[in-house]
């Protein structure tokens, strides 16, 4: 798979969002070492706090699933923003702990927009607790 179709993996992904308080949906897509693609979606609550982004629930379940931290290839995010969609700041910090810093970053729009970063140049400074 090359970038365009984990584009589009992100955009099937954006359809599953629960989003009925913002009517914002995202969807990610986050690449396996072996090229296996975990979708994620934002899931927004009521109590507002406990709303998780689209980023957060890709790198949450692929854990979950068992997929190694620091492990994985890629992750794309996509939104229907004017510009590519940019991470917000809790997800740049569960993704420098959770990929490498290294990792390419594609933030993407419905307009087909994509901009390329990494996990470290959306983070520079970042926090990290090592055990
Ligand atoms: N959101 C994401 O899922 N990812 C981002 O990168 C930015 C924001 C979600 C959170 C919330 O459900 C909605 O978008 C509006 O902020």
């Known amino acids: ?3 365009s179709a984990w584009i589009k993996e992100a955009a099937l992904a954006r359809d599953k969002a629960y989003a009925p308080y ?32 689209a980023e957060r629930t890709a790198l949450f379940r692929a854990i979950a699933d068992g997929q190694a931290p620091r492990s994985f290839q ?3 995010v996509i939104g229907d ?18 990929c490498s810093p290294d990792m390419p970053v594609y933030m993407a729009n419905l307009a087909g927009d994509v901009q390329e970063t990494t996990v ?12």
Request: proline share 7%; aromatic share 6%.
């Open 1 to 3: 798979m090359d970038v």
């Open 22 to 53: 913002s009517g914002f949906r995202v969807g990610c897509a986050l690449i396996g070492a072996d090229g296996t693609v975990f979708h994620g979606c934002n899931i927004e609550n009521g109590a507002y706090g406990p709303t998780n982004c």
């Open 74 to 76: 890629a992750l794309v």
């Open 81 to 98: 923003t004017p510009e590519p969609i940019t991470p917000c700041g809790v997800c740049r910090q569960v993704m420098i702990e959770l």
């Open 120 to 131: 470290s140049d959306l983070l520079p400074g970042a926090f990290m607790l090592r055990v």
